[in-house]
């Protein structure tokens, strides 16, 4: 009974699923082209943002072609590290993080399971030192800004080198869950995670408060649907 009970419930919540998950993604991507025009629209105001965060971007990926070996604990250390912030977040407990400049690594955590494809696809989607120097670029003067932003260009060249050489179908993170759906929720929380980021450099907006920015623009967006 249990077992035809979940099977009917299955097939009827697919199709609603399936919709919300079509309509989100289209939300998400009409939000980026947005902010994407509203940033080539105000060029000149935002080109020292732009030139401080591309190139603490190009700095990482040149000092990883140069000293790859010395680097490689850093990129193995950051995808482990990943694994066990969101599992702390989502409430785990956290018992180890091993890390070897070989490449290989294993975080052990025990707790609520039931979202454990947040805490197992985690390194290829959340950018955690990013999101981390973008809070403390709220709080900081603007003086230092070039500053803070030379190091969240150097934190998103690392996210970058790490998903390029670490993202694939021998990775056992990934080939836990459906192909598909592995990648389908990287994806989408890439953008998500690149229009929350470019939305808290807007005028009078952080990264605390561009949440609220883009819940309500994506609330707005599914909410005309059914209008």
């Given at each position: 009974?249990?077992?035809?009970?979940?099977?009917?419930?299955?097939?009827?919540?697919?199709?609603?699923?399936?919709?919300?998950?079509?309509?989100?993604?289209?939300?998400?991507?009409?939000?980026f082209s947005q902010l994407?025009?509203?940033?080539?629209?105000?060029k000149r105001a935002y080109y020292p943002w732009f030139m401080w965060v591309t190139a603490g971007a190009i700095i990482f990926p040149l000092m990883n072609k140069f000293w790859e070996k010395n680097i490689k604990f850093i990129k193995t250390s950051t995808h482990e590290h990943a694994h066990a912030i969101v599992a702390i977040l989502l409430l785990q407990r956290v018992h180890s993080i091993h890390a070897e400049d070989k490449g290989s690594g294993m975080v052990t955590t025990s707790g609520n399971l039931r979202l454990g494809y947040l805490v197992t696809l985690a390194p290829y989607c959340f950018p955690f030192y990013t999101i981390g120097f973008m809070m403390l670029r709220s709080i900081i003067i603007p003086t230092y800004y070039p500053i803070i932003d030379l190091v969240i260009g150097f934190t998103i060249g690392l996210h970058i080198v790490c998903f390029k050489e670490q993202t694939g179908n021998y990775q056992p993170d990934i080939q836990k869950f459906p192909l598909w759906f592995s990648y389908s929720y990287i994806a989408a929380i890439l953008v998500f995670i690149t229009c929350l980021l470019l939305t808290a450099f807007l005028p009078t907006v952080n990264i605390f408060t561009a949440f609220k920015v883009f819940a309500l623009d994506l609330w707005q967006y599914l909410s005309a649907i059914f209008k």
């Open positions: 009974m249990k077992r035809s009970t979940a099977i009917i419930t299955l097939l009827v919540m697919l199709p609603f699923t399936v919709f919300f998950a079509v309509e989100t993604w289209s939300a998400l991507t009409d939000h994407a025009a509203w940033f080539a629209n105000h």
